[in-house]
């Protein structure tokens, strides 16, 4: 006899509170309105018993990806076939790919063949399914924590219906968290428990929208709470004890990591240093490479704030260096001195832009020669050649002031650089008019004893 054998009851029962308490039919299912709604499309479908398309579920952990592939399995009444990316290959695709067409032969249905972290199969693995959902084989089902666009081919995904799930408000969790504790079937409502108001609040709080998580921390704060007169009374400490802190959905190489550090750049452009320290605490406290965050920062100091205030490049750049020689925890210091100083600082993206029209014309115009005058005479042959005469040494003229062109022929006269009036870059856009102006005035002098000279002198 086994003692460890156990009936599929007791099984069931002895599976976490997060598994026992899977909804089992739609009308269970707390939030996701947006997908399963009344007269939303997939739900339309199910209500009406129509073949489901083959979809892809995409949202953060514990927003309902699985159980929703399994209740439209059930709802549609096809077999369902579970497996993971994870754990699985092409030979388990292969297996599930001929499961599926046994049962067509027997039934004429097409199975609905679940894959669990789809993004984790490579290129040729997801090219596997293709035929199948083509010839209606199967119905494929893929579920994701990752963007589909970048992490799903082109070719699969175009067969495919993408569902967004979002993660689950305060309120929702905590109504699945006060039915965990009701539910004398599944759940926690054969035992004599009592839960603190604060209590209940913050498991809801902590678990980000992450049901999975909500229901693990509710069983776990449960079972630390010793019973007293036959009674558990769980108690805000136990709670902040088995919890410690807030689950976090934060992925350093995933969505996560593009999502935050695009809301830090763009709070930094919006001169908002509050919400740019917020976004930075959430990268950095939530495991972020600091060095990623400082480069960020350096490249931000000359993209947007420029030589509206030259200074914040060198406070960037700085900072980067304080994160490599201190790294974390003391490196956040740092980094946070730069993010407020560049958030609170005048802004100009003018060198960047200059830069992109500089690089425009390099690509769509001719690339001529440099102008003689410009190039350096090294030999005798060259200064024959014409090299480096007619340039003027900014250093010899009156206030560095040169009025010859720099630029190829076919381009004097184009404007790169146009400073904003922001900052330091007010000054240099004040400076470069009126330095216009003086060469324009002196060019216009030479061109007068030019033509003074020409005619034999000036007129009596």
Partial sequence: MDLFAKTPTELARSAPLSDRMRPRTLAEVVGQEEVIGPGRP?????DAKERPPSMVFWGPPGTGKTTLARLVAREAALPFLPFSAVTSGIKEVRESIEQA?????????????????????????????????????????????????????????SRCRVFVLKGL?????RELLERALADRERGLGGEAIEFEEQAL?????????????????LELAVRATPIVDGRRKVEFATVRDVTQRRNSNYDATGDQHYDVASALIKSLRGSDPDAAIYWLARMLENGEDPLFVARRLVIFASEDVGNADPRGLMVAVAAMQATHLVGMPEAHYALAQAATYL?????????????????????????????LHLRNAATGLMRGLGYGKGYQYAHDQQD???????????LVGRR??????????????RWLAEREARKDAQ?????????????????R
């Fill in 443 to 459: 060019r216009a002098a030479r061109r007068s004893e030019s033509s003074g000279e020409s005619s034999g002198g000036p007129p």
């Fill in 201 to 217: 609040l913050r498991l809801a709080g902590l678990a980000n929208g992450d049901a999975r998580q909500a229901l693990n921390l």
């Fill in 343 to 371: 958030a609170t600082t005048p802004k100009s993206n003018a060198a960047g832009a200059a830069y992109a029209k500089a690089a425009h014309d390099v690509e769509a115009t001719r690339n001529d020669p440099v102008p």
């Fill in 42 to 46: 997939l739900r339309r479908i199910l």
């Fill in 400 to 410: 560095a002031l040169v009025t010859h062109d720099h630029l190829p022929d076919a």
């Fill in 101 to 157: 067409r046994a049962r067509r032969r027997e039934d004429g249905k097409p199975a609905l063949v679940f894959v669990d972290e789809i993004h984790r199969f490579n290129r040729a693995q997801q090219d596997a399914f293709l035929p199948h959902v083509e010839d209606g084989t199967i119905i494929l089902v893929g579920a994701t924590t990752e963007n589909p666009s970048f992490e799903v081919n082109a070719a699969l995904l």
């Fill in 169 to 173: 408000s305060d309120e929702q969790v």
């Fill in 416 to 429: 790169y650089y146009e400073p904003k009036d922001a900052g330091h870059e007010a000054a240099i856009r």
